[in-house]
């Protein structure tokens, strides 16, 4: 029983001793992984409260992690500097400076190395453009190439001087060949035998200007229809005509206001009176134009009622320099503005 009883008190005793190391070594595992863990951690306080330890500290050197770098931000940059143009695929930008405007006609255009002459307008000095893939050409408001662009053209170019290549650029090329017409109103001076030529004296400018005739020509008259032979020295006539480089301006559509010795009959509203010349200007109903009429005191009917607004009717004959009235009769029917208000 003794024997007995001594096994069970030694099977005991080493029993609590395996269990006191073990519990003694994971104490140990435990404070070596805490320790560790803070390594890297500064401490909360010198003065720890907690009873100190008699077991040497674990330590764990651990390697500091590297500093992240920043990297610069890529950029995209749209200047012509930083992204220059593929001289292979793409046209050069344009060139920096300001637009001319240079106006006159095509003499030279070279199909092939893609170039324009213009003779501006006023006999200037002939001025070379390039046309590439950076031009614009129009023709009468329709786009097209420069096969579009002729000899002879009136055209209109909006030009840039480049000075790299001592070159002028042009950037917008405008063809205008449907010119309208011009118009000259004057006095018959000279009309050739055959009816080919008239010159006509221009009523503003006072200078003789000649016209070619032809079958193109079409002929009317303030009284109705009129001819060729109606265009005769002293008559008044109206000149639409077509301007044409280089040649004669041809005559279109002639219009005969008056002629020596026919009679006309004006009715209007007196806009100028002046008793010393015995003249008078009259706005026509008729066609919304004002004349000047010479006439003799003897011949008005009631030249006490003529007047600056009064209403008129003359008669008159053109004799090749002025109109001359015979007859002037004054409207007294109508009443004025002023008379009327006095009257109510």
Same mark, same amino acid.
Do not use: C, W
């Given at each position: +029983?003794?024997?007995? $009883?001594?096994?069970?008190?030694?099977?005991?005793?080493?029993?609590?001793?395996?269990?006191?190391?073990?519990?003694?070594?994971?104490?140990?595992? =435990?404070?070596?992984?805490?320790?560790?863990?803070?390594?890297?951690?500064?401490?909360?306080?010198?003065?720890?409260?907690?009873?100190?330890?008699?077991?040497?500290?674990?330590?764990?050197?651990?390697?500091?992690?590297?500093?992240?770098?920043?990297?610069?931000?890529?950029?995209?940059?749209? =200047?012509?500097?930083?992204?220059?143009?593929?001289?292979?695929?793409?046209?050069?930008?344009?060139?920096?400076?300001?637009?001319?405007?240079?106006?006159?006609?095509?003499?030279?255009?070279? #199909?092939?190395?893609?170039?324009?002459?213009?003779?501006?307008?006023?006999?200037?000095? &002939?001025?070379?453009?390039?046309?590439?893939?950076?031009? #614009? %050409?129009?023709?009468?408001?329709?786009?097209?190439?420069?096969?579009?662009?002729?000899?002879?053209?009136?055209?209109?170019?909006?030009? +840039?001087?480049?000075?790299?290549?001592?070159? /002028?650029?042009?950037?917008?090329?405008?063809? !205008?060949?449907?010119?309208?017409?011009?118009?000259?109103?004057?006095?018959?001076?000279?009309?050739?035998?055959? #009816?080919?030529?008239?010159?006509?004296?221009?009523?503003?400018?006072?200078?003789?200007?000649?016209?070619?005739?032809? =079958? /193109?020509?079409?002929?009317?008259? =303030? &009284? $109705?229809?009129?001819?060729?032979?109606?265009?005769?020295?002293?008559?008044?006539?109206?000149?639409?005509?077509?301007?044409?480089?280089?040649?004669?301006? +041809?005559?279109?559509?002639?219009?005969?206001?008056?002629?020596? $010795?026919?009679?006309?009959?004006?009715?209007? !509203?007196?806009?100028?009176?002046?008793?010393?010349?015995?003249?008078?200007?009259?706005?026509? &109903?008729? *066609?919304?134009?004002?004349?000047?009429? #010479?006439?003799?005191?003897?011949?008005?009917?009631?030249?006490?009622?003529?007047?600056?607004?009064?209403?008129?009717?003359?008669?008159?004959?053109? *004799?090749?320099?002025?109109?001359?009235?015979?007859?002037?009769? %004054?409207?007294?029917?109508?009443?004025?503005?002023?008379?009327?208000? &006095?009257?109510?």
């Amino acid at each position: +029983m003794r024997l007995v $009883g001594m096994r069970g008190i030694s099977s005991g005793a080493v029993l609590a001793l395996a269990l006191t190391v073990t519990l003694q070594a994971q104490q140990d595992n =435990s404070t070596a992984i805490e320790k560790g863990g803070q390594a890297a951690q500064p401490a909360a306080s010198s003065n720890p409260t907690g009873p100190t330890s008699q077991l040497p500290t674990a330590t764990t050197n651990v390697p500091p992690a590297p500093a992240a770098t920043a990297q610069p931000a890529t950029s995209y940059s749209t =200047s012509a500097e930083d992204n220059p143009y593929d001289p292979v695929l793409e046209p050069p930008p344009l060139p920096k400076g300001r637009t001319t405007l240079i106006g006159g006609i095509a003499v030279s255009v070279d #199909h092939v190395r893609n170039r324009i002459t213009v003779q501006p307008f006023g006999r200037g000095q &002939k001025v070379k453009v390039i046309v590439d893939e950076r031009s #614009h %050409i129009y023709r009468n408001g329709t786009p097209t190439t420069i096969l579009g662009v002729r000899k002879d053209d009136r055209v209109y170019v909006d030009t +840039m001087f480049n000075p790299k290549n001592d070159k /002028v650029l042009a950037r917008n090329v405008r063809v !205008v060949t449907d010119i309208g017409l011009a118009e000259v109103r004057g006095q018959v001076i000279a009309a050739s035998s055959s #009816h080919d030529t008239i010159t006509v004296r221009d009523l503003l400018s006072a200078k003789p200007v000649t016209f070619s005739i032809g =079958s /193109v020509t079409s002929y009317s008259s =303030s &009284k $109705g229809a009129a001819s060729a032979g109606d265009v005769q020295p002293g008559a008044l006539i109206d000149v639409q005509f077509a301007p044409r480089r280089g040649e004669r301006d +041809m005559a279109r559509v002639i219009t005969i206001v008056a002629k020596p $010795g026919d009679n006309y009959v004006f009715a209007g !509203v007196v806009t100028n009176l002046d008793m010393r010349t015995d003249s008078l200007f009259l706005d026509n &109903k008729s *066609d919304d134009e004002n004349y000047e009429l #010479h006439f003799t005191p003897a011949d008005v009917a009631d030249l006490q009622q003529l007047k600056v607004g009064s209403e008129v009717t003359a008669r008159a004959v053109f *004799d090749g320099k002025q109109y001359k009235a015979s007859n002037i009769r %004054i409207d007294t029917s109508a009443e004025q503005p002023g008379e009327q208000s &006095k009257a109510q």
